[in-house]
């Protein structure tokens, strides 16, 4: 296997300044290692991708299970999100570490500035994907109150 040397990070939005500062996972509840204040990052830009469109302020909400066959099994509860842009930021390994719950995350609990950002069309990644059931539409609703 290669040597990673970038990680990625996935926002609906446009950084403001030059560096991505640490924030607490939104999943802190169920995945207690979100807890930390870091800048979370992965090695898969398909899941950096998924991250930013399920970030959008108009998302109702997302899930993202294991992978089947290296692919990603993500759904979107509500409508794809209406902005047209999302960013990923390519970030230098060198203060990641992995974390212990997913082989595929990285968190630096110091402020990171982007090597390279790249501001993609949102409707070109919808394919990564899929729509929930309304039978999962239901389920997620009821156990997160929304």
Known sequence: MDKLTIL???????????KLNPS??????????NKQLGVYATDRKDLAIVMAILGCED?????????QQGKLNARIYGNYPKQEYIYV???????????QIDKHQFVSLV????????????KD??????????????????????
Not at 59 to 67: L, P, W
């Open 8 to 18: 990625y990070h996935g926002s609906p939005n446009k950084l403001i300044g030059d």
């Open 24 to 33: 607490q996972g939104d999943d802190s509840d169920e995945r207690p290692e």
């Open 59 to 67: 998302v109702m909400g997302g899930s993202i299970d294991e992978y």
């Open 89 to 99: 930021y390519h970030l230098p390994i060198k203060t990641f570490k992995q974390t």
């Open 111 to 122: 402020a990171i500035k982007p090597i390279k950002t790249e501001k993609l069309k949102v």
């Open 125 to 146: 990644y919808t394919h990564l994907i899929r729509k929930a059931t309304k039978k999962e539409t239901d389920y997620w609703i009821k156990k997160y109150n929304k």
